[in-house]
Structure formats: C-alpha cells, structure tokens
C-alpha cells in the first residue's frame, strides 16, 4: 500500500517537475527561472528521498540533504544578485 501511494507521488512530482522546467524555459523573467529551479530542486529532493524508500539505502538521505543546502545556497546567491547586493 505504502509503495503505490509512493509510486503516485513520484508520479505527480514528475509532473510539477515537467511544468516547472517548461516555466524555466519560457519563462518572461528571471525571477521566475529562478522560482522553477527551485521548485525542481525541491521536487528532486523529494524524489531521492522516495528513492531511498524504495531502495531502503539511508545514505541517499545524505545526498538529498547535502543537494538541498547547495540548492538553498544557489538560490540566495542568485537573489542577492538580483538584488544588486552581492
């Protein structure tokens, strides 16, 4: 049960990932490509996670946190740019 409701989620995280990347690529400013990357990092961050379910590794949780606090820093990195305060 646990693994068809995880397999669901995967499904509609890739979904938020396809129109995500689609606002990335079309998207009229900057602030929103910036927005759709994080929206993708959060959602890859949450696929991982569900991977390390499925493949019952916890060294994949290491990979998501590490990956989410790079995400984060590039994230503030480019606001502060946009703010002309970097």
């Known amino acids: 049960?646990?693994?068809?409701?995880?397999?669901?989620?995967?499904?509609?995280?890739?979904?938020?990932?396809?129109?995500?990347?689609?606002?990335?690529?079309?998207?009229?400013?900057?602030?929103?490509?910036v927005i759709s990357f994080d929206v993708i990092a959060v959602s890859s961050i949450a696929i991982i996670t569900i991977i390390t379910h499925f493949v019952g590794r916890?060294?994949?949780l290491?990979?998501?946190?590490v990956y989410g606090?790079?995400?984060?820093?590039g994230v503030v990195i480019i606001g502060r740019y946009l703010e002309k305060g970097l």
Request: charged letters at 10%.
């Open 1 to 33: 049960m646990v693994d068809t409701i995880l397999t669901i989620a995967v499904v509609i995280i890739m979904i938020s990932v396809f129109i995500s990347a689609y606002r990335f690529m079309v998207g009229p400013a900057l602030v929103d490509r």
């Open 62 to 65: 290491d990979i998501a946190i």
């Open 58 to 60: 916890m060294i994949y």
């Open 69 to 73: 606090l790079l995400s984060f820093l």
